[in-house]
């Protein structure tokens, strides 16, 4: 067990529809990472927010946001959903920018399948 | 562009012998390495890291080497066991100096799948 828990495990939903996934970290980190796995992409970077503030973004598609709350977990949001965005979403954290330790822990991720 | 290449699909090994799962890379500015360990349906654990001022790091089992000169890290697990069996990752990131989209995202490898035989 990492420590980091995601909800929901799995979602299914129609096309055109929004989504809301949620991480929250462990205790102690600072930084929430969002991660896509499709069966074609591998494990893609989305965003990072580090203490409730935007802080690295990879390939997001405008159609994705996400925000880190005060208590530090995360929401992802997913809207106007295609069939391709049906793929693995994974929450890491770590410390943090100033901190020491560059590892990334991971939850156990939620498998969104868009019908 | 694929900055992170894990060049074999797969791996089998004897239970008892050594594996060694390889990673090349083409970004010199990573400069933190880690390696993770996957099963279906889960997410990645991770393993062992090290860092780029270092070549090598050793967590029991499991050690880590880096080349930089030739972008290249490995992953060595002797003796390897039946639960070894999944997917594995490797990841690299940019820590020191980095600013704007860089900072601290994993790039992460295709992921090699290792079969440990009995």
């Known amino acids: 067990d990492s420590g980091v828990t995601q909800t929901p495990k799995h979602l299914i939903t129609a096309t055109g529809q929004r989504v809301t996934l949620r991480c929250s970290p462990r205790?102690?980190?600072?930084?929430v990472y969002w991660y896509q796995q499709s069966l074609d992409q591998g494990l893609q970077f989305l965003i990072q927010?580090?203490?409730?503030?935007?802080?690295a973004k990879g390939n997001i598609l405008e159609r994705f946001s996400a925000q880190q709350f005060p208590d530090l977990h995360s929401e992802l949001n997913l809207s106007s959903l295609e069939l391709g965005d049906s793929a693995l979403y994974f929450c890491?954290?770590?410390?943090?920018?100033?901190?020491?330790?560059?590892?990334?822990?991971f939850g156990p991720g939620t498998r969104l399948t868009v019908t | 562009d694929q900055q992170v290449k894990q060049n074999s699909p797969s791996l089998s090994v004897q239970e008892g012998r050594i594996s060694i799962l390889n990673c090349d890379y083409t970004?010199?500015?990573?400069?933190?390495f880690l390696w993770y360990k996957k099963y279906p349906a889960e997410g990645p654990t991770f393993l062992i890291s090290?860092?780029?001022?270092?070549d090598k790091n050793e967590d029991g089992r499991f050690t880590v080497f880096l080349n930089k000169s030739a972008k290249h890290l490995s992953l060595h697990i002797v003796p390897s066991q039946p639960g070894d069996s999944a997917v594995y990752f490797c990841?690299?990131?940019?820590?020191?100096?980095?600013?704007?989209?860089?900072?601290?995202?994993?790039?992460f490898g295709q992921g090699t799948i290792l079969t440990v035989h009995p």
């Open positions: 890491a954290s770590s410390v943090g920018p100033d901190g020491t330790s560059y590892e990334q822990y």
């Open positions: 205790s102690g980190d600072l930084s």
């Open positions: 927010y580090y203490n409730g503030e935007e802080r």
């Open positions: 970004n010199s500015m990573f400069d933190y």
């Open positions: 090290i860092s780029s001022i270092k």
């Open positions: 990841a690299a990131s940019i820590n020191q100096n980095a600013g704007g989209t860089s900072y601290g995202k994993l790039t």
